[in-house]
């Protein structure tokens, strides 16, 4: 080949590297940057536009919960949401203990309350078939679905309940899941969840909110739609059976649930595979979520759901881009070697040196947990391997 020759290869290898590093650059500002700022705005500019108004009266409330933990747990759960400060009187809780759960009858002596049903769901199916249990139990007009581990603040079921009945378009609305900065894992985790419930109030705002907290949302009864057995996630799943009916998916920042449980790494890493596995079985089960002929808020979903899912391939091509970059530019000059040095120096430090070695340790930990997610969802999606639950 002659230096013409090579000289045209040399440049044509620099514009594909080029570009692929702008594509890169897209995928990764537009689901992280780009499309939080633009709801910012627009959530700004709509949140003054007048609701319609619903019945405000005090309908009768289910709260169901889908469990396998121990009574314990369970009856102080139902201990919190009984001390909700809705009616009463207009307010039951049915819990419904997964086959591999307690015995229900065990919880005859923790709990003595009228309000409170306990049942045992049968067959296989996961949460997905227990809560189809609980709604043919619950007889509740709006039905609050809730896990175990969660706290509610005494106004939470009042703010649902008040979302729902100030406006007939919503079917469904969410609540607020916090996470106090309980350790130095669960910090940057409360930060994340920080901005993911601003952009899904903005979201609500404009349309609906993109998926629900599973631990704070309602849902109005006749919008509900059993769930298939072995559905990962019920809080993706019914809100977007909501929003393709025609109706929208709100967001009440005051109907506040706390999660005060402090998790590893390994744990919030199992937690994010399943819901990115979750993400693509709905593409899988729900088709119609990639029409944009009938998913009215099909853009907001691509944006927040779909191209996340690129993001560590994203990081690679960008890394490439940037390596071979380095390489042609330091290494005629000599200096790679001491840009290796100078690196190896710095990551020695971050992980030698006392409290800056734990800072680099738990911010490499968050980036081998963020884009080691995705591609183990990934594989699980092309594999359809759904049963992912730990």
Not at 224 to 247: F, I, N
């Amino acid at each position: 080949m002659g230096a013409a020759a090579q000289l045209r290869s040399k440049r044509l290898l620099r514009s594909m590297l080029n570009l692929l590093a702008i594509v890169c650059a897209i995928v990764l500002l537009v689901p992280w940057v780009l499309y939080p700022a633009v709801m910012r705005v627009l959530g700004a500019l709509f949140h003054g536009r007048a609701a319609s108004q619903g019945n405000r009266t005090s309908p009768l409330v289910s709260i169901v919960i889908a469990t396998r933990e121990l009574p314990e747990a369970i009856a102080a759960r139902i201990s919190n949401c009984l001390a909700s400060n809705y009616p009463p009187d207009r307010l039951e809780v049915v819990v419904v203990v997964d086959p591999t759960g307690p015995p229900a009858s065990l919880f005859s002596a923790l709990i003595a309350d009228p309000r409170v049903t306990v049942i045992q769901a049968e067959g296989t199916g996961g949460k997905a078939a227990s809560l189809n249990t609980g709604m043919t139990v619950a007889r509740g007009e709006i039905v609050v679905l809730t896990d175990t581990h969660q706290q509610f603040v005494p106004d939470a079921v009042r703010e649902l309940v008040s979302s729902l009945e100030a406006d007939a378009t919503f079917g469904a609305v969410s609540g607020s899941l916090e996470i106090p900065a309980t350790g130095r894992w669960n910090s940057p985790l409360g930060w994340y969840w920080k901005l993911e419930r601003r952009l899904r109030e903005d979201e609500a705002t404009i349309h609906s909110s993109v998926g629900v907290s599973g631990s704070v949302y309602a849902i109005r009864r006749e919008r509900w739609v059993p769930l298939a057995p072995g559905l990962l996630l019920d809080d993706l799943y019914v809100p977007m059976r909501v929003v393709l009916a025609g109706y929208r998916v709100g967001f009440a920042r005051h109907a506040v649930a706390y999660d005060l449980r402090e998790t590893s790494p390994q744990q919030e890493y199992q937690r994010k595979v399943r819901t990115l596995t979750g993400n693509l079985q709905l593409m899988a089960w729900l088709p119609e979520v990639l029409l944009p002929f009938r998913n009215p808020i099909w853009l907001q979903f691509v944006c927040h759901k779909i191209l996340r899912l690129l993001t560590p391939y994203a990081l690679m091509g960008l890394t490439l881009w940037a390596t071979v970059r380095a390489t042609s530019v330091l290494a005629p000059s000599g200096k790679l070697g001491l840009l290796a040095g100078v690196l190896a120096l710095v990551l020695w430090l971050g992980l030698e040196r006392g409290r800056l070695a734990k800072e680099v340790r738990l911010v490499l930990a968050w980036l081998v947990l963020l884009q080691t997610a995705p591609v183990t969802a990934a594989v699980n999606g092309l594999r359809g391997r759904w049963n992912v639950w730990h």
